[in-house]
């Protein structure tokens, strides 16, 4: 359902992504693990087109952006909309209500009219477990719950893929479950997810493969049980080890 091939990125003379190629099947949950400054938000943000690749093909659902060419404007917009993308910073508009802030995309971007996106709000809210802090302002509800939102507002979009870019790293530890718990839900639902984070026990427990990526390559991908006891390569048993 997914398609990378060839993936590079390149910041200045940095080059952070040096040929990823990677497949997600519908339905799959993929972890992407490994150590910091590995690029692993700069290949989410890839799929989103929150960067522009400097090189590569990447396809969703048959739809296909080559950057070895020009890349039109429109296509972009329309390819990202495809993908919903939870920030580990949340980033809900502070001036807006919980499901105002998730009804926004839907009026805003795809033109819903305005008594239907509300309804879809709603029981979006609900299903994260926020039906009774509909009304509440970002600033009034915990860091868990406003991940909640966030991932309902993502919802709202109604993507195809869900791309969660360490959701929970800002989050006080006793709140990191709620969150985890919502994410479960959504790919026991069938949802396609990639998933940057370093919750091992959430890439144990969803996961049905884990990647991990050092120095801007995929060094190893495999099941989680194959990847946590029986690593393969080198590097991501040294990484594993230090982590666990
Ligand atoms: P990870 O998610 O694995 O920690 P990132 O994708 O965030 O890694 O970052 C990979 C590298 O790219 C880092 O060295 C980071 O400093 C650099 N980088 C990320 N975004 C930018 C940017 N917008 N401009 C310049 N360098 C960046």
């Given at each position: 359902m997914i398609s990378i091939q060839g993936l590079y990125k390149q910041f200045g003379k940095l080059e952070v992504l040096k040929g990823i190629d990677l497949e997600v099947a519908k339905g799959n949950v993929v972890v992407i693990i490994g150590p910091?400054?590995?690029g692993k938000t700069t290949m989410l943000r890839c799929l989103n087109v929150l960067e522009t690749p400097t090189k590569g093909v990447i396809s969703i659902e048959g739809n296909t952006l080559d950057f070895s060419r020009t890349v039109p404007k429109k296509n972009i917009a329309s390819f990202r909309r495809l993908t919903g993308m939870v920030f580990q910073s949340y980033n809900l508009f502070p001036h807006k209500t919980a499901i105002e802030n998730v009804m926004e995309g839907p009026i805003i971007?795809?033109?819903?009219n305005k008594d239907f996106a509300r309804k879809k709000a709603q029981t979006l809210l609900e299903k994260v477990g926020l039906g009774d802090k509909i009304d509440f302002y970002p600033a009034q509800l915990s860091g868990g719950q406003q991940q909640r939102v966030g991932i309902a507002r993502a919802l709202a979009m109604e993507p195809k893929v869900m791309l969660f870019d360490e959701p929970t790293s800002a989050l006080d530890p006793e709140l990191v479950g709620e969150v985890l718990k919502v994410m479960k839900d959504l790919a026991n639902e069938g949802m396609t997810m990639i998933v940057v984070t370093h919750e091992m026990r959430f890439a144990r427990e969803a996961a049905d493969e884990v990647i991990f990526m050092d120095q801007g390559v995929v060094v190893e991908r495999n099941k989680p049980e194959e990847i946590f006891t029986?690593?393969?390569?080198e590097r991501t048993k040294k990484f594993l080890n230090m982590i666990q």
């Amino acid at each position: 359902m997914i398609s990378i091939q060839g993936l590079y990125k390149q910041f200045g003379k940095l080059e952070v992504l040096k040929g990823i190629d990677l497949e997600v099947a519908k339905g799959n949950v993929v972890v992407i693990i490994g150590p910091s400054g590995s690029g692993k938000t700069t290949m989410l943000r890839c799929l989103n087109v929150l960067e522009t690749p400097t090189k590569g093909v990447i396809s969703i659902e048959g739809n296909t952006l080559d950057f070895s060419r020009t890349v039109p404007k429109k296509n972009i917009a329309s390819f990202r909309r495809l993908t919903g993308m939870v920030f580990q910073s949340y980033n809900l508009f502070p001036h807006k209500t919980a499901i105002e802030n998730v009804m926004e995309g839907p009026i805003i971007v795809k033109r819903e009219n305005k008594d239907f996106a509300r309804k879809k709000a709603q029981t979006l809210l609900e299903k994260v477990g926020l039906g009774d802090k509909i009304d509440f302002y970002p600033a009034q509800l915990s860091g868990g719950q406003q991940q909640r939102v966030g991932i309902a507002r993502a919802l709202a979009m109604e993507p195809k893929v869900m791309l969660f870019d360490e959701p929970t790293s800002a989050l006080d530890p006793e709140l990191v479950g709620e969150v985890l718990k919502v994410m479960k839900d959504l790919a026991n639902e069938g949802m396609t997810m990639i998933v940057v984070t370093h919750e091992m026990r959430f890439a144990r427990e969803a996961a049905d493969e884990v990647i991990f990526m050092d120095q801007g390559v995929v060094v190893e991908r495999n099941k989680p049980e194959e990847i946590f006891t029986n690593p393969k390569e080198e590097r991501t048993k040294k990484f594993l080890n230090m982590i666990q």
